[in-house]
């Protein structure tokens, strides 16, 4: 008997956030990532229709197995959930104390996450500096 497909899941992320779309990459890469589908939502296009683009720029979001539609640290724990090498997490933050501590860890993160993002930018010279030496 062949083991049960996995129901797809879909994670909706910033694109345009180099920390996201590394960090997403870096999801995409593992075993499980077939069975979500990853959509960047910096692109209007790809939003869908219960998702604002204001609420799907400020937040990571994921489509679980059942059809809803969570966000933050549960959006985590759901995708954790597919992956095999973090299965055992994503289980473990199912659990409601759990969720309410990764929720918070994740409400936390968040206003920081600009400063994050621009360790990730590529560096660019100014214009017209001439360099010394």
Not at 41 to 69: E, I, K
Request: charged share 25%; glycine share 8%.
């Amino acid at each position: 008997m062949s083991p049960k497909p996995k129901t797809r899941i879909s994670v909706y992320y910033d694109g345009s956030c180099p920390l996201c779309s590394r960090e997403i990459s870096f999801y995409g890469k593992r075993r499980g990532a077939e069975s979500v589908e990853f959509v960047d939502v910096s692109q209007p296009r790809n939003l869908p229709g219960d998702l604002s683009r204001a609420d799907s720029m400020a937040r990571f979001h994921v489509r679980d197995a059942r059809g809803r539609l969570v966000d933050g640290g549960h959006a985590f724990a759901e995708l954790w959930k597919q992956l095999p090498a973090f299965r055992w997490l994503g289980l473990f933050f199912s659990f409601p104390a759990a969720r309410w501590v990764l929720a918070l860890g994740y409400d936390a993160f968040l206003p920081f996450r600009p400063l994050i993002q621009s360790w990730f930018r590529p560096r660019q010279e100014p214009e017209n500096e001439i360099p010394s030496g």
